[in-house]
């Protein structure tokens, strides 16, 4: 069964560093989301992609975010500079049709550890 | 705002005893509701969505609009069943049926 998959599985990095995150969602799906959960919260939502725009942002997803889709298959979350407070399990997900009542497929997620 | 509420951080019971886990929900449109489970060192995965109205592992939900919640039971719980599940709720009408996570209910079923 296709699934999505994440690299890498754990990153650390200082404060203030570029970091990639990258994500193959499934090869037929058309819709790709972002979430982060920070350690004993929730699952928050990021950011929505379809036909290479993002569709939808949340208030998380300031200028120190953002996604691409640089060839056929990955894509990637990017923090310019990263702040101790982005900490967290990066979640990537996709879906085939990107409605409101349509499956998200999620990865396993990156850990993303800023010293 | 919409908002999945999850009261329990953690329920415990013992094999083969009833489970409920509980999930209220605001908001004011007609939403679209799911419970994702996690099951220890796995990605978070589909239990079940109410448009589907099926059982799943013995689970089932119930929309229920008056008191805007969508409890997962089960009537016989098993030891495999130990996860951490999360309601999620996306809104019909979104473009991209982004999720809205509660925080999540640790179920640990004891032998």
């Known amino acids: 069964e296709p699934e999505v998959t994440q690299t890498p599985s754990h990153q650390v990095t200082q404060m203030g560093q570029e970091v990639i995150l990258r994500c193959v969602p499934i090869s037929n799906h058309l819709y790709f989301y972002w979430y982060r959960q920070i350690l004993g919260q929730k699952v928050e939502f990021l950011v929505s992609f379809y036909n290479n725009e993002i569709s939808e942002k949340s208030e998380i997803f300031d200028d120190q975010f953002s996604v691409e889709r640089p060839d056929g298959s990955n894509f990637t979350l990017k923090i310019r500079s990263t702040k101790l407070e982005d900490s967290a399990m990066y979640f990537c997900?996709?879906?085939?049709?990107?409605?409101?009542?349509?499956?998200?497929?999620f990865g396993p997620g990156t850990r993303l550890t800023v010293l | 705002a919409q908002r999945v509420t999850q009261p329990e951080k953690l329920l415990s019971v013992f094999k083969g005893a009833p489970v409920e886990l509980k999930c209220n929900y605001s908001y004011s449109g007609s939403p679209e509701l799911f419970w994702y489970v996690q099951y220890s060192r796995q990605r978070l995965q589909l239990l079940l969505r109410?448009?589907s109205r099926e059982s799943i592992k013995g689970f089932t939900a119930d929309l229920n609009k008056g008191e805007t919640s969508f409890h997962l039971k089960k009537p016989f719980a098993q030891e495999e069943d130990s996860a951490m599940y999360y309601c999620a709720l996306s809104l019909r009408g979104g473009s991209q049926g982004n999720l809205i996570f509660g925080k999540g209910t640790k179920l640990s079923v004891k032998p």
């Open positions: 109410h448009i």
């Open positions: 997900a996709s879906s085939s049709q990107g409605l409101a009542g349509d499956t998200q497929y």
